[in-house]
């Protein structure tokens, strides 16, 4: 099972987006393994968006990130990282078909609603920079064995 991290952005938090966005991930059957509110701040961000430090957006971004709090979250689930990407849609809110999160609830680059870690290697530095190790919580989940079939869970296959 992979784990991933979620930012949902100071836009969906402000336009009370937040609990159709946790229920879209919850439905799908990914296991929230911590979730906090927060407020970011600049240089957690600058080190979060390093890779867009020469666009033109990349200040506005870091205040736009820094204004209100975001929740952050770390699911977990098979080949999770695909299938929270699958499910945020394309970065730009016009470009993200109807169905997934950015589709639904977004026309804007920036204003996109939700982060959520593009690789499984950027998932795990993203939650260390995000989450502390006694934040994130292991438990297992009642429902896997209703969500995956037996060869896909991580349960141990001896046991009943």
């Known amino acids: 099972m992979q784990q991933t991290l979620v930012i949902i952005k100071p836009d969906a938090v402000n336009r009370c987006l937040v609990g159709e966005v946790v229920k879209r991930f919850e439905k799908k059957g990914l296991q929230i393994k911590a979730m906090k509110m927060e407020m970011l701040q600049p240089y957690i961000l600058k080190e979060h968006y390093a890779h867009l430090k020469d666009k033109e957006f990349y200040e506005e971004l870091i205040k736009f990130m ?95």
Do not use: C
């Not at 502390?132 to 429902?143: L, R, S, T, V, W």
């Open 66 to 160: 820094s204004k209100i709090p975001s929740i952050l979250m770390v699911l977990k689930g098979k080949e999770a990282v695909s299938v929270v990407r699958k499910m945020v849609g394309p970065t730009k809110g016009r470009e993200a078909p109807p169905g997934t999160i950015r589709g639904d609830y977004s026309v804007s680059n920036q204003s996109n609603v939700v982060h959520a870690s593009d690789s499984e290697e950027n998932a795990k530095i993203e939650i260390e920079r995000f989450f502390k190790k006694e934040e994130i919580y292991d438990f297992k989940k009642m429902n896997f064995d209703w969500i995956y079939s037996r060869d896909e869970t991580y349960i141990d296959k001896t046991k009943k």
